[in-house]
């Protein structure tokens, strides 16, 4: 399975910001896009945000208008700029390919440790 490493996360005031990392490798996500997915205290899995192949740019309601996805393809690197961030948005954040790639074979990956966000008052 292909390696997905998670990074960023930390501690910040309501209206703070932070930029999460995913760290691939062998042109991943190009040939896989990127989802992004958080999950709280006895919460599912929730999908926030995805990078189709072809770039096209997708969000949730709870953080459209406040996160934006990037990529740096040279780096193998997928980024979460999350702004304006909430104590709702408290979670342990996780990275994989997006849903048209998710099952194939080239694009599978085991989930991460993830990297934890935890936002006050």
């Known amino acids: 399975h292909v390696q997905l490493v998670e990074s960023g996360g930390g501690s910040v005031q309501a209206g703070g910001s932070l930029k999460l990392s995913c760290v691939a490798g062998?042109?991943?996500?190009?040939?896989?896009?990127v989802s992004w997915y958080r999950q709280g205290p006895v919460k599912e899995r929730k999908l926030i945000a995805s990078?189709?192949?072809?770039?096209?740019?997708t969000y949730d309601e709870s953080v459209r208008d406040r996160f934006t996805i990037s990529q740096d393809t040279d780096k193998d690197t997928s980024y979460l700029q999350m702004n304006s961030l909430k104590p709702e948005d408290m979670a342990v954040y996780y990275c994989?390919?997006?849903?048209?790639?998710?099952?194939?074979?080239?694009?599978?990956?085991?989930w991460g440790q993830g990297t934890r966000v935890t936002v006050s008052e």
């Open positions: 994989a390919a997006d849903l048209a790639h998710y099952s194939r074979p080239e694009c599978v990956a085991s």
């Open positions: 062998g042109s991943f996500f190009n040939r896989c896009g």
């Open positions: 990078r189709g192949t072809d770039g096209t740019l």
